[in-house]
Nanobody, 121 residues
Framework: QVLLVESGGGLVQPGGSLRLSCAAS????????TGWYRQAPGKERELVAS???????TYVDSVKGRFTISRDNAKNTVYLQMNSLKPEDTAVYYC???????????????WGQGTQVTVSS
């Protein structure tokens, strides 16, 4: 099993910044890709950003130029630096990791518990 623990959410004024962390622990051989998702009330969960094991990144258009995803492979931790935050960024943010447990195993997906980000004056 793999446990993902998110941290770093909170209340911030428009234009402010937050850094989210997603730390993975447990039976991990390698992490193929980690993504940050968000879900606002009444809306579907959407992929915000993702990063692969070799550092390739993707971003949804609405956060390009404002958010940066990065990873520390030694710590099995992925970060989401969020700058120039807007009220529409308010949501619960979740991380999802696609993990292999051994050299010969397939991949399983795991979710964190979520962390609330609120952008409001």
């Amino acid at each position: 099993q793999v446990l993902l623990v998110e941290s770093g959410g909170g209340l911030v004024q428009p234009g402010g910044s937050l850094r989210l962390s997603c730390a993975a622990s447990g039976s991990i051989f390698s992490i193929y890709r980690t993504g940050w998702y968000r879900q606002a009330p009444g809306k579907e969960r959407e992929l915000v950003a993702s990063i692969s094991s070799n550092g390739d990144t993707t971003y949804v258009d609405s956060v390009k130029g404002r958010f940066t995803i990065s990873r520390d492979n030694a710590k099995n931790t992925v970060y989401l630096q969020m700058n120039s935050l807007k009220p529409e960024d308010t949501a619960v943010y979740y991380c999802k990791a696609v993990v292999s447990h051994s050299r010969s195993s397939g991949y399983d997906a795991y979710w964190g518990q979520g962390t609330q980000v609120t952008v409001s004056s």
